[in-house]
């Protein structure tokens, strides 16, 4: 059988609030002041084919701080992963088994320019029905012959990604 993990789903109206069992599972783990929490990722945009994974930005002051408490984390089922791939980031997944959902969470320091990118991503997506439709048909076209994602996927949205990310950058310049 294959994992819901591993394929596109319709867009879920209940994934909000999956969102907001993760934060609420999580805040007390982070020992730091002045955090933020934004739901990111497909599944933070209405009407968007995503995987069922709720994606967590995590902002916090201090990075290392938030390194050093990796312990806590595990304790409580998160997978820690380091950086895994992305210089500045504190990567943990959370498996699919207490919240009816799981969960990745992405944490940068205040300031880094990874949160910008994936914020102003999101609300594209959010604001803009041919972007999301277009980045739908996208995602369907790269699964298109497999049941589940291929291994090639996150690699083929990438030009979508810094394209819609460019446009963005380049509208703010207009205006």
């Not at 879920?12 to 990722?41: C, K, M, Y």
């Not at 943990?92 to 320091?109: D, G, Q, R, S, V």
């Amino acid at each position: 059988m294959k994992s819901p993990l591993r394929r596109l789903l319709k867009s879920d109206p209940s994934w909000p609030d999956a969102f907001e069992r993760h934060v609420t599972r999580l805040r007390p783990l982070v020992s730091a002041q002045n955090i933020s929490f934004h739901h990111i990722g497909s599944t933070a945009v209405s009407d968007l084919i995503a995987k069922p994974v709720i994606d967590i930005l995590l902002v916090v002051p201090n990075l290392p701080d938030l390194v050093s408490e990796s312990k806590r984390f595990e304790e409580q089922g998160y997978d820690v992963r380091g950086t895994y791939g992305i210089e500045g980031r504190h990567y943990l997944k959370f498996p699919n088994t207490h919240l009816n959902c799981a969960a990745n969470i992405h944490a940068f320091e205040m300031g880094a320019p990874e949160i910008d990118r994936h914020l102003r991503f999101r609300d594209r997506l959010r604001l803009n029905s041919e972007l999301r439709d277009e980045y739908s048909a996208l995602k369907q076209e790269l699964c298109r012959g497999s049941d589940t994602i291929p291994p090639h996927y996150q690699s083929g949205k990438t030009s979508f990604i810094e394209k819609v990310l460019a446009d963005s950058i380049e509208e703010i310049r207009l205006k």
